[in-house]
């Protein structure tokens, strides 16, 4: 009686355990993007999934979308032009959640392959060949079905292999299986009991627990929030069940060049790929496309601060943009007329004509009072923060006068300083508060151009015209 009452006492701790695994976001700048915000017919609505007003854009970008899902042409190369803090990233992000997690979707910045122990071409490739996936599938043989009875037969003497029989049934048949010390480990790992359905991979023999039996529903009168039932399986125990893997050209180029295979994708350190891996990674994959074993699942490659490559660079991607493997590439850059990197010359968006020639170019235009209103408002929300209407008012006049991000990143402290005042809401006296403390673009170099005679390695002449080069030489002469 004594071990019969300490049992439930024993169990009541285990309570807490179905909070075990907990969920961890961060707040991000573009975590409030759900998508582009299109209807069925491409328009756009003015504010949907995040997105707020660029409408002319994300129609454009909802057109690439869908050759991009149709994945039957290769080498389509998109720029998002405009000026700074006009949402170019913020539709290159609706993109990829528009597209979902089975598209291949890699984002890199410009300066990212300078940092890089290769050569910045195989950085590219690198970029490519992860933007590529290919979706394998295979068979595999499974047997399926709900356990009627575990029996484990224990050896006498205390050591030696354990033995026991596995009962499994479906709606049609029952068959009892001979276990091996192997199977029992597993079982007893997965905590399988009678009432749960299972499923047994024949060639690995991993056992996958797919829930309870709804015929055990009414076994216990408590059960966790975990608890899962499911229809206890049909027709024959062994099936045959076609299995799907998906990754991407990299990762097959790491397995296959490094001596420590996989790790190295772990590692980090996958270094330069012989161009003859790939080719004979590409030959096996053309072999299993032929044969109906695998597809090609086109990604998107997404460069932002494109101005950054330099000549060499450009002259690859007009090459690679060529090649049937080749992902759709999305471009964004905030630069008007300015020097393409490696040359002394001059290009629109500091790119060479003859790549621009190949892309298609979507403007981005700066948002109105009413735009700008909405995006702090979906900002507000996303930070869980309460701002009277006034407060709002005065945070998107601020964000006018100076800029967008400026104002984005007074929502969190302005946030902060209500609480310290014990407030509930954030009003026009915390908008203030932070705006002294904060200086913007505009303020700061008003200072620096007040004070900068006593900063160190001042260059600007006090009277106009003399002494050092101003930014506009330096960007002439570099």
């Known amino acids: 009686p004594v071990l019969t009452a300490a049992a439930p006492a024993a169990a009541a701790p285990r309570v807490p355990e179905t909070q075990d ?57 998109l720029l998002i032009a405009g000026q700074p803090g006009t949402g170019k990233t913020a539709i290159a992000m609706g993109m990829a959640q528009s597209l979902g997690p089975d598209t291949p979707f890699t984002m890199i910045s410009g300066s990212e392959i300078y940092s890089l122990e290769m050569s910045r071409t195989e950085a590219l490739s690198q970029a490519f060949r992860r933007s590529i996936g290919v979706r394998i ?165 997404f460069i932002d601060e494109v101005h950054m490559l330099d000549i060499e660079c450009y002259s690859f991607l007009n090459r690679a943009l060529e090649s049937p493997m080749a992902p759709v590439l999305v471009f964004a850059t905030n630069r008007g007329i300015t020097r393409i990197r490696g040359t002394n010359y001059k290009g629109p968006h500091g790119m060479p004509i003859d790549l621009l020639d190949r892309l298609l170019i979507i403007s981005t235009e700066p948002y109105t009072e009413k735009e700008v209103s909405q995006i702090l408002h979906i900002r507000c929300e996303e930070e869980d923060v309460e701002m009277s209407d006034d407060a709002q008012e005065l945070l998107t006049k601020i964000a006018i006068e100076t800029s967008l991000r400026y104002a984005i990143h007074m929502i969190c402290t302005a946030s902060l300083v209500c609480t310290k005042r014990k407030g509930t809401e954030v009003d026009m006296q915390d908008i203030k508060k932070v705006y002294s403390l904060f200086s913007d673009v505009k303020r700061s170099t008003q200072y620096m151009m007040e004070y900068q005679h006593e900063f160190m390695f001042s260059e600007i002449a006090a009277p106009e015209g003399e002494g050092g080069a101003t930014e506009g030489d330096a960007m002439k002469t570099d």
């Open 21 to 77: 695994i907990t969920r961890i976001e961060r707040i991000g700048a573009h975590s409030h993007i759900r998508g582009l915000g299109l209807d069925d017919a491409l328009e756009a609505r003015m504010v949907s999934q995040g997105m707020v007003g660029q409408t002319n854009a994300r129609r454009a970008a909802g057109v690439i979308l869908q050759i991009i899902r149709e994945g039957k042409i290769a080498g389509r190369a």
């Open 137 to 301: 599938k295979e068979e595999t043989e499974i047997i399926e079905g709900e356990v009627v009875e575990i029996q484990i037969d224990k050896p006498a003497a205390g050591s030696g292999d354990k033995r026991g029989k596995l009962t499994l049934k479906t709606t049609e048949m029952e068959t009892i299986y001979d276990l091996g010390a192997k199977m029992i480990d597993g079982l007893q790992k997965e905590r399988v009991q009678a009432g749960d359905v299972v499923t047994i991979d024949k060639a690995s023999g991993k056992i996958s627990k797919l829930g309870r039996s709804f015929t055990r529903a009414r076994d216990y009168d408590a059960m966790g929030a975990s608890t899962k039932f499911v229809q206890c399986p049909e027709g024959e125990l062994q099936k045959r069940k076609e299995v799907v893997h998906t990754v991407s050209l990299h990762e097959m180029d790491v397995i296959n060049s490094r001596a420590q295979g996989f790790l190295a994708l772990f590692a980090g350190d996958t270094g330069e790929i012989k161009q003859e891996i790939r080719e004979q990674i590409d030959q096996k994959v053309s072999e299993w496309r032929e044969e109906g074993k695998a597809e090609i699942v086109p990604g998107v490659l």
